[in-house]
């Protein structure tokens, strides 16, 4: 499966911003999705992740209440709606793919910014 992250962009804080993702190759349903981010000199960090069911999310504290993940397996698209951004959610935000309930996360997307302004 291919990802193609967008949505990104310059807000400032306080802001709302929907990312979306959208897959080619393979039906989107087949598997579990999550987003990650990357602040410049920091480690990819789990954000949020969405079952294939999507009866299940599990959010990062640190945008919990404030970032909801959803998935449209018509459309073949997992989105991330982000609202109340904080300066400290800047960072290039990538979703991903797994075929497993469990492990790694097997397909990424190439990523895209956010930078919220304080």
């Known amino acids: 499966v291919q990802l193609q992250a967008s949505g990104g962009g310059l807000v400032h804080a306080g802001d709302s911003l929907r990312l979306s993702c959208a897959a080619s190759g393979r039906t989107l349903s087949s598997y579990g999705m999550a987003w990650f981010r990357q602040a410049p000199g920091e480690e990819r960090e789990f954000v949020a992740r969405?079952?294939?069911?999507?009866?299940?999310?599990y959010y990062a504290d640190a945008v919990k209440g404030r970032f909801t993940i959803s998935r449209d397996n018509a459309k073949n698209t997992v989105y991330l709606q982000m609202n109340s951004l904080k300066p400290e959610d800047t960072a290039v935000y990538y979703c991903?793919?797994?075929?497993?309930?469990?492990?790694?996360?097997?397909?990424w997307g190439q990523g895209t910014l956010v930078t919220v302004s304080s």
């Open positions: 991903a793919a797994r075929t497993t309930t469990f492990g790694e996360y097997a397909y």
């Open positions: 969405i079952i294939k069911s999507s009866i299940m999310t």
